[in-house]
């Protein structure tokens, strides 16, 4: 019961956030604050969703099932790597393709050549 | 062109549409596919005879194994008439570009620190793919992928050249002819000894195993042929595409 | 299978498939193609040909993609078409 209410609270917390995350996405104005957006929520919701699902997973504890947890939370530990890092990569790529100031009036992201 | 082109898609779109009526349900036991007397010894007797869970990977690699055979040679053909194509020396423009993004690539310490982290597990992963294809999703093709994919990331993440020095393009090549040597040379060992080709049974007298075993241990070494030659292609696909052939510089 | 998953999962696919032909940046339709290839992904698991789907996750989404942008780094980044 405690279990299914955290995997709920879990599941909500993270859907929710991804939903910011598109918002964001869809309405922000340039590149860079689109991209802080997508990576913090994005991130954060993935890993949210996942210890739901091993959660999930606790409700008969067996060797199998803990085998499914270690592998979930291998998958976090990924994504928390991986996230933040492509975040920054992108970052990156966009401020050394055009060195100018992030804010802008236009829609951003139509010529990176 | 563009318009006749649409109303050719849509009238075959709608014609396998109408075909799609007389399919038998998803996963229906009554269905002709799973009433043939293939399918249904495919599906009893897999386990019994080769002793390995998963039914797909017994089926590619040891029912079907020489169809595999042939789609292994040609992942081979395909890198090497690439590299073919492709393979030329340096010019000018190549070298200026080089010069122009040395600046760009040095900068990006998070990137190249991460990427360091991450390519020996996934590495291991890829490794893990590759054995555990008779019991889970997976198998020498994806392992292979995914081995092939983590020195892109390297020659992405660093430099071309840095995933070069791991892997030169005289041994991505060496590997995977490597690769169907392994595959064919135990279909031979089995012809040797006095079996059909690649009926890896014959082979529990070299393995010290009972036959049924030898089979999955046969399986397991195709696995990894097909993987050596997945990888090295991969990779080498990778670096004359994106380098124009000349092996310096790229993405 | 539950058909209604199928049926979002499809129309996704649809969408992404018209718009990988219709985007004259050459960049833009590798990245929708790549989602296409995901969502591809996701109709194999769904219908439980897993080691399918571990297949298209790999070449489909992860290496043809790596390709195909190695290749346009190299030549043009728009469409004639």
């Avoid at chain 1, 997508?38 to 091993?54: C, N, P, R, V, Y």
């Avoid at chain 2, 492709?86 to 080089?98: E, H, Y």
């Avoid at chain 2, 198998?139 to 020195?151: A, D, H, N, P």
């Avoid at chain 2, 892109?152 to 490597?178: C, H, M, N, P, Y």
Wanted: aromatic share 10%; proline share 3%.
């Amino acid at each position: 019961m405690i279990l299914n209410i955290a995997c709920l609270a879990l599941l909500t917390i993270g859907v929710v956030i991804f939903f910011g995350a598109v918002i964001g996405v869809l309405r922000f104005p340039d590149f860079y604050s689109r991209m802080h957006a997508a990576g913090i929520s994005d991130t954060m919701s993935t890993i949210s969703l996942l210890t739901a699902f091993a959660l999930f997973q606790l409700h008969d504890l067996s060797w199998p099932n803990l085998l499914v947890v270690g592998k979930i939370f291998f998958i976090v530990a990924f994504i928390s790597l991986t996230g933040p890092t492509s975040t920054h990569a992108l970052m990156h790529a966009g401020y050394q393709r055009r060195n100018r100031p992030p804010v802008r009036k236009q829609e951003p992201d139509e010529d990176m050549t | 062109m563009k318009t006749l082109g649409a109303i050719a898609v849509i009238i075959t779109g709608a014609l396998l549409l109408y075909a799609s009526e007389d399919f038998p349900a998803w996963g229906d036991p009554h269905s002709p596919a799973s009433q043939y007397r293939v399918s249904q010894h495919y599906i009893l007797k897999t386990f019994e005879e080769t002793s390995v869970p998963n039914m797909v990977t017994a089926i590619l690699a040891d029912y079907r194994g020489y169809d595999t055979l042939f789609e292994t040679v040609v992942i081979f053909t395909a890198g090497i008439a690439i590299i073919a194509i492709l393979r030329g020396p340096i010019d000018k423009r190549v070298r200026l570009r080089l010069a122009s993004e040395k600046k760009l690539r040095e900068s990006n310490l998070i990137l190249a620190q991460t990427c360091r982290l991450l390519v020996p597990i996934i590495q291991l992963f890829a490794l893990y793919v590759i054995a555990h294809g008779h019991h889970s999703p997976g198998g020498g093709f994806q392992g292979g992928v995914i081995f092939g994919g983590s020195l892109i990331l390297l020659a992405i993440s660093f430099q071309l050249q840095t995933a070069l020095d791991r892997v030169s393009e005289k041994k991505a090549i060496l590997l995977a002819g490597v690769g169907v040597l392994i595959y064919s040379g135990i279909g031979l060992v089995c012809l040797l000894l006095g079996g059909n080709f690649l009926d890896y049974s014959i082979l529990h007298n070299l393995l010290q195993v009972d036959p049924i075993t030898a089979r999955s241990h046969g399986i397991l070494g195709v696995e990894i042929g097909v993987a050596f030659t997945v990888a090295s292609i991969m990779f080498a696909i990778y670096a004359n595409l994106s380098s124009r052939g000349r092996m310096k510089g790229g993405l | 299978m539950i058909w209604q998953f199928d049926i979002i999962i499809l129309g996704f696919l649809l969408i992404a498939a018209i718009l990988a032909l219709r985007e004259t940046d050459l960049l833009s339709a590798t990245m929708i193609f790549g989602v296409y290839s995901f969502l591809m992904c996701l109709l194999w698991a769904e219908m439980a040909a897993v080691d399918v789907a571990f297949t298209e996750a790999a070449v489909g989404a992860g290496a043809s993609t790596v390709f195909l942008i190695s290749t346009i780094y190299n030549t043009k980044r728009k469409s004639s078409d």
